[in-house]
């Protein structure tokens, strides 16, 4: 065979797998998904949309997750909850759970996923402010204190370890 007839070879089978992978991506239906459409059927169309783009993100699904979940789908979400906690979740998206469980007042789910996190991670001095200001805010002030505590010990100029205490005493929502 002649390097021209490999070279020619080579590129056609080279843009066949480009075309299988391109097509084998899920392809975003844009603003036609809601366009139109009464809310809730808009929204849950937009939903299936981003299930669909999210693939195996981790983040990702927990995001979709926290979206079926928190609308009153708890079934879906959880489903795509247990999806990422199925493999070897990272802290992260421990702590992203607990934060889902925390808003939708499920307290002992969220302790659970946060117990995890700092399992996972004991030198997180920011999962550890942030997880304190949870247990301030859900009235367990000792345990707060003391994640915040080593949190500060670690990082005692960290402003954001001071803004997640502060946001808990004083009834703020936390920040994103």
Known sequence: MTSARVLVI???????GIGIGYAAKPQAPGIDVIRGKPDKEAGLAALVAAEQLAGSG???LLA???VY???????HGQALFDRVTATKPAGSDWQRLGAIYAEAGEAAKAE??????LALNPKDDTGQAEIGAWYLRNGQRARGEELLAM???RHPDEMWHYVRAAEALLGVAPGH
């Open 58 to 60: 981790s983040w990702e």
């Open 64 to 66: 979709v997750g926290r």
């Open 10 to 16: 080579a590129m056609l089978c080279t843009g066949l």
């Open 69 to 75: 979940y928190l609308s009153g789908d708890k079934a």
């Open 151 to 153: 949190a500060l010990q």
């Open 112 to 117: 659970e996923c946060y117990q995890k996190v």
